[in-house]
């Protein structure tokens, strides 16, 4: 395969396969995680708990700093760099068990892992940005379609249904040696694109910008200190990501609340294995539909409709839970506002991603992308200590049943109202037709690794 010239930007296959791979990596191990500490280590189910949160802080809690370097060192770098650090992480697992047998090294492990994935998702995103900008600034026709984002979702959903089953077939020669295979295939990944990703222009060059979304700049040979994380001094992105951190929470209780209704209603765990698998059909069959609607209705509606349909999912199920279902229509509440969490989230996360470049302006796009992940992981770890508390008291007293989803309704409905405050004006959001003149300012916030057309 000839190798992509470097001032060409990277294909949107490349980009979405490794977005797909990865995801393929990560649920081929990490969903028996939980597994090996009960089995292998004998730990308790609090033990095992608290594990699974060290390693999603980890992530989590390192999107920023992951952004920033993104930002410092060049997108394609923190690429390859997630890789190799994903691939050691997975290899420290295989270690752990197959031959150190220490539950030390098996946490450092899943802390690696977490480590590898904050680092490779904002610098994953910066690049679908620019690519998604410059195929609209060549063919306008293309506001009309898709994002890449949305395409990226299906793929990595896509990744996440097989991973498992790929997992399963591994595990009959050990966690060892499908911690071992992952480490082998983020190898593999790592060098693929090492070879495919182009690498950054010449600091000297002249770096047009895709319109709308920065300028045509001069490498200045590196970002000023002051600008390495303008993220945190954007109060309007901040208040932006503190709105939108609520679409995170809500998909998470497909983890938390959806396996609690799923015990109360009397269903088993193979009931929860199927509303899974229903997750993954909706977004891989209707991610493409529902983000050429959202691309139609424009962020000011968008969001709030995804938003709402969220919330409309959790009002049901606190309006069911102290209500006897007929006969065989038990699970008709908890099936509904599962649909009704994925539908919202479909709408309203490839929205909020694609808006990123238009509220930084520049080309210092990790440092946002690695802000808004950092916010959802927060709203996470705050949200799920509340929502597991009402669960809690839920569980003895029937008449506090609905209090977790009047909550969890309630949040997705404060964003809906409150969001469109803090999107970019309307001439921002239209503003994908002509790229502006280059200017001083912008000059000196010029990344290392921008592609030219």
């Known amino acids: 395969m000839r190798r992509r010239s470097r001032r060409n930007p990277p294909e949107a296959s490349t980009l979405l396969g490794a977005q797909g791979v990865f995801n393929l990596g990560f649920y081929a191990v990490v969903p028996f995680i939980a597994i090996v500490l009960a089995e292998d280590f004998a730990l308790g189910g609090a033990a095992v708990g608290l594990v699974l949160g060290v390693r999603t802080a980890a992530q989590q809690g ?16 923190l690429i390859l760099t997630g890789c190799a650090v994903r691939a050691a992480g997975f290899g420290t697992l295989a270690a752990s068990v197959s031959w150190q ?3 030390t090294i098996f946490i450092l492990g899943t802390v690696i892992t977490g480590l590898g994935g904050a680092l490779f998702s904002p610098a994953l995103n910066t690049l679908v940005a620019r690519t998604q900008a410059q195929r609209e600034d060549r063919d306008l026709s293309t506001t009309a379609k898709p994002t890449l984002f949305a395409a990226l979702s299906v793929v990595g959903e896509t990744g996440a249904a097989i991973g498992p089953f790929l997992g399963a077939a591994l595990l009959g020669w050990g966690f060892g040696a499908a911690a071992g295979a992952g480490a082998a295939l983020f190898v593999l990944v790592g060098l693929l694109l090492g070879w495919l990703l182009p690498r950054p222009p010449h600091r000297a060059h002249a770096v047009p910008q895709p319109a709308g979304r920065g300028k045509l700049v001069r490498g200045s040979g590196g970002i000023p200190p002051r600008r390495r994380c303008a993220s945190l001094r954007h109060r309007g992105f901040i208040a932006f990501t503190a709105l939108h951190a609520v679409d995170l929470l809500s998909y998470n209780q497909l983890y938390l609340s959806l396996p609690a209704e799923i015990h109360r209603s ?13 997750v993954s059909l909706i977004t891989v069959t209707l991610q493409l539909p529902i983000s050429r609607l959202a691309r139609r209705l424009g962020p000011q509606r968008a969001l709030p409709l995804g938003y709402l349909t969220t919330a409309a999912g959790f009002l049901l199920l606190a309006a069911c ?7 065989g229509l038990e699970l008709a509440p908890a099936t509904t506002a599962v649909a009704l969490w994925i539908l919202g ?36 770890l705050l949200g799920n200590a509340a929502v597991g508390s009402l669960l809690h008291f839920a569980a003895f007293s029937e008449a506090l049943s609905w209090a977790p989803w009047l909550l969890l309704g309630t949040l997705p409905l404060i964003s809906a109202t409150l969001i469109g405050r803090t ?11 002509k790229t502006p003149e280059p200017s001083a300012e912008n000059t000196e916030k010029a990344p290392d690794d921008t592609f030219t057309s």
């Open 62 to 77: 390192m999107f920023l700093l992951g952004g920033i370097l993104a930002d410092r060192y060049g997108a394609r770098s």
């Open 101 to 103: 047998h220490s539950l």
């Open 266 to 278: 009397g269903a088993d765990v193979e009931t929860l294995a199927w509303l899974f698998a229903m």
């Open 321 to 327: 839970s102290t209500t006897a279902m007929p006969v």
């Open 345 to 380: 989230h479909l709408m309203a996360a490839p929205v909020a991603l694609d808006l990123v470049p238009r509220f930084a302006g520049t080309a210092q796009w990790g440092s946002y992308y690695g802000l808004l992940a950092t916010a959802g992981g927060i709203a996470v």
């Open 423 to 433: 999107l970019p004006t309307p001439p921002q959001l239209a503003s994908t037709s």
